[in-house]
């Protein structure tokens, strides 16, 4: 197939669907509860501090401070999509492109806050086996997006 440079300029004009990855069933959210779930889980059976006892305090007010601003964008970035009347659903067709409010610094700002969310858990917990699994969301939604 020839491509002409405005066409890979433009990108590519392939019309096939992108081959669906079978993680693209289980929403986001699962999939962080279930590796933090899981981290917890090991953390008690094969404990691994995640800092010294000396950071702990720091750490549980910047895992408080990690939550609060996860949770601001969880709850903040699906807001604009209801005031925009358009659909939270990536695989709906969508109203409009919403480019304000955290859009404007991050493509995924509701996956951003799952991080950061999960980031705070973990520095709350101090193991460090929920931030070792936390690349298998990251991984999942890399994979699907």
Known sequence: ?????NELAAGSTDSRPPTASRWLLIPPPPLFIFALMLGRRLGRIVPVPLLPAALLAPAHLAGICAIVAGAALMIGAPLLFLRHRTTIIPQADARSMI???P???SRNPMYLGLTS???GVTLLTA???PLLLLAFPL???QTKT
């Open 99 to 101: 480019v304000g409010g």
């Open 117 to 119: 969310a999960y980031l």
């Open 127 to 129: 193991s460090l086996w």
């Open 139 to 141: 991984w999942v939604i």
């Open 1 to 5: 197939m020839d491509t002409s440079p």
């Open 103 to 105: 859009y404007r610094l």
